[in-house]
C-alpha cells in the first residue's frame, strides 16, 4: 500500500476514534460505531506495516503499536456493552501511541 494513502486512512481513523469517544460521553447511539469504524482502520494500519525493513528498535516499536490498535478494539467492544473499562483499555492505548510517537527514530 502507498504510504500517502495509509497516512491518509490512519489520519481518517483517528480523527473517527477521536470523534467517536467524544460523542460517546453524550451518550449518542452511533457513537461506538464511529470508534469501532475508526479503531479497525488503525488496526489494519499498523497490521498491514511491513517489519522486513525495520531493524530492531522499529520493530518494537512496531509492536506496540499493534497492542494499542488491539486495545482499542477491545475498547470499542467495551462501548457496545456499555461498560466503563473502555476508558483504561483506551488510556492505555493512547499511552503506547504516546510513546512510539516520541521514541521512534526520525526517517532520515
Not at 37 to 63: C, E, F, S
Amino acid at each position: 500500500m502507498n504510504q500517502q494513502i495509509r497516512t491518509t486512512i490512519f489520519n481518517f481513523s483517528a480523527l473517527l476514534v477521536l470523534l467517536g469517544a467524544s460523542l460517546y460521553l453524550t451518550k449518542l447511539t452511533f457513537a461506538p460505531y464511529l470508534f469501532a469504524v475508526g479503531a479497525a482502520g488503525v488496526a489494519i494500519n499498523h497490521l498491514t506495516t511491513p517489519l522486513k525493513n525495520m531493524d530492531y528498535r522499529r520493530r518494537r516499536l512496531q509492536i506496540f503499536n499493534v497492542i494499542a490498535s488491539l486495545l482499542l478494539i477491545v475498547s470499542s467492544s467495551f462501548m457496545f456493552m456499555n461498560r466503563n473499562e473502555w476508558i483504561l483499555c483506551l488510556t492505555i492505548a493512547a499511552l503506547l501511541l504516546l510513546y512510539t510517537a516520541f521514541v521512534s527514530p526520525k526517517e532520515k
